[in-house]
């Protein structure tokens, strides 16, 4: 059996992140062909195009860049700041941009599943949508056929980040799986 690598990505940086948690819950529940990778944004400086030209892409960049291009997929856990995404997550996105010319190789028709947790009611809902246009522009291949939107997230968890909500542990191993399939 061929196993599938998806790199997963928290848009968060905080330390007891309810997207960090619901990132390692979809490691732990993704299907067993499947190999999810946790990457970190933590280290990527903020984008400075004069940065760039001096000194090039940042290794930790390029090295991100590097498995995002090797792995079958991406996974991004985004929270909601602000009715949108995440500016340490968006910056991220657009270091990895960078050179445009890297963009086919690192994002072209790369599969990308999306879910978010937030301790409010909107459960991110507005932090995907606006992740759309950014997936459009760099032809990456949005999963749809399921949705995680945790709202509420304090009580989704334990005390160690362990979820807990057996809902939601089933919604997202039929994620999961789905996102599984859609790669394979």
Request: glycine residues 12%; positive net charge; hydrophobic residues 45%.
């Given at each position: 059996?061929?196993?599938?690598t998806?790199?997963?990505?928290?848009?968060?940086?905080?330390?007891?992140?309810?997207?960090?948690a619901?990132?390692?819950?979809?490691?732990?529940?993704?299907?067993?062909?499947?190999?999810?990778?946790?990457?970190s944004?933590?280290?990527?400086?903020?984008?400075?195009?004069d940065?760039?030209?001096?000194?090039?892409?940042?290794?930790?960049?390029?090295?991100?860049?590097?498995?995002?291009a090797a792995?079958?997929?991406l996974?991004?856990?985004t929270?909601?700041?602000?009715?949108?995404?995440?500016?340490?997550l968006?910056n991220?996105?657009d270091?990895?941009?960078?050179p445009a010319?890297?963009?086919?190789?690192?994002?072209?028709?790369?599969?990308?599943?999306?879910?978010?947790?937030?301790?409010?009611?909107?459960?991110?809902?507005?932090?995907?949508t606006?992740w759309l246009?950014?997936?459009?522009?760099?032809?990456?291949?949005p999963?749809?056929?399921?949705?995680?939107?945790?709202h509420?997230?304090?009580a989704?968890?334990?005390?160690?980040?362990?979820?807990?909500?057996?809902?939601?542990?089933d919604?997202?191993?039929?994620?999961?799986?789905?996102?599984?399939?859609?790669?394979?």
């Open positions: 059996m061929a196993v599938t998806i790199i997963g990505i928290s848009g968060s940086l905080r330390r007891g992140s309810y997207n960090s619901l990132l390692r819950a979809a490691a732990e529940l993704a299907p067993e062909e499947v190999k999810i990778e946790i990457a944004i933590r280290g990527i400086p903020l984008y400075d195009g940065v760039e030209e001096a000194d090039g892409v940042p290794a930790p960049v390029t090295e991100l860049k590097d498995r995002i792995a079958g997929g996974l991004l856990v929270p909601e700041y602000n009715a949108s995404v995440p500016g340490v968006k991220a996105i270091w990895m941009s960078r010319k890297d963009i086919p190789r690192v994002f072209g028709d790369k599969p990308v599943g999306l879910m978010g947790a937030t301790p409010g009611p909107g459960g991110t809902r507005l932090s995907q606006a246009p950014v997936f459009r522009l760099l032809n990456m291949r999963y749809f056929a399921r949705l995680v939107f945790l509420g997230a304090a989704a968890f334990d005390a160690d980040g362990r979820l807990i909500d057996d809902k939601l542990r919604l997202v191993t039929r994620y999961m799986a789905g996102l599984a399939e859609f790669i394979g």
